[in-house]
């Protein structure tokens, strides 16, 4: 069955620093998102990309993040100077272009900035 | 936006025993609400969906069923087993804008 990968499957990284989590989306999929789940918390929407152009974001995803799709496979979160509480597991998702929205996730990227 | 409200938090019952958790939403324009499994160190995993077209789906021993009026949807797990325990989240969602707004998840514990 095609899944969604996610890489890396766990980073550390000194605050301040950039950091990419890479995904590879379903290959016939049209919709991509990014969520994150603080730990024991609930999981949350950061954005969402389709026509290679952010459709929408949340109050989250503020000028520190960034999406790209670089080649057509691959799509990717940028942090760009991370702080102590962007430590969260990132989920990668995505769905068809029909309207039956079901959204497929990845296994995840457990990002701890310390 | 959206808002999903979702409970108990906690939820443990005795193996063939069912468990139901149970979510409301806020927004009339959510028309596509699925249900999630989240095993520990793992991403959340589709177990059923339910579209607002329908009162009720079912499958195997996951039941879910949905009141539009009323603005809530249950998920029914009959026969519970301990391999059906987990973190289980319900989301809404307008199958137009396509991002899910998640609850807050249940944590079942199915004991033997």
């Known amino acids: 069955e095609p899944e969604v990968t996610q890489t890396p499957s766990h980073q550390v990284t000194q605050m301040g620093q950039e950091v990419i989590l890479r995904c590879v989306p379903i290959?016939?999929?049209?919709?991509f998102y990014w969520y994150r789940q603080i730990l024991g918390q609930k999981v949350e929407f950061l954005v969402s990309f389709y026509n290679n152009e952010i459709s929408e974001k949340s109050e989250i995803f503020d000028d520190q993040f960034s999406v790209e799709r670089p080649d057509g496979s691959n799509f990717t979160l940028k942090i760009r100077s991370t702080k102590l509480e962007d430590s969260a597991m990132y989920f990668c998702?995505?769905?068809?272009?029909?309207?039956?929205?079901?959204?497929?996730f990845g296994e995840g990227s457990w990002l701890t900035v310390v | 936006g959206e808002n999903v409200e979702q409970h108990p938090s906690t939820l443990s019952v005795q193996e063939g025993d069912s468990a139901v958790i149970k979510c409301t939403y806020s927004d009339s324009a959510s028309n596509y609400f699925p249900w999630y499994k989240q095993e520990l160190g793992k991403g959340p995993q589709l177990i059923i969906d339910?579209?607002?077209?329908?009162g009720e789906k079912k499958d195997q021993r996951i039941a879910v069923t949905l009141n539009k009026t009323a603005k809530h949807f249950s998920l029914h797990i009959t026969e519970t087993q301990p391999e059906d325990s987990a973190v289980y989240f319900c989301?809404?969602?307008?199958?137009?804008?396509?991002?899910?707004?998640f609850g807050d998840g249940t944590t079942l514990t199915v004991k033997p």
């Open positions: 989301a809404a969602s307008n199958m137009n804008a396509g991002k899910s707004t």
């Open positions: 290959s016939n999929h049209l919709y």
């Open positions: 339910i579209r607002s077209n329908v």
């Open positions: 998702a995505s769905r068809t272009g029909s309207p039956g929205n079901t959204i497929y």
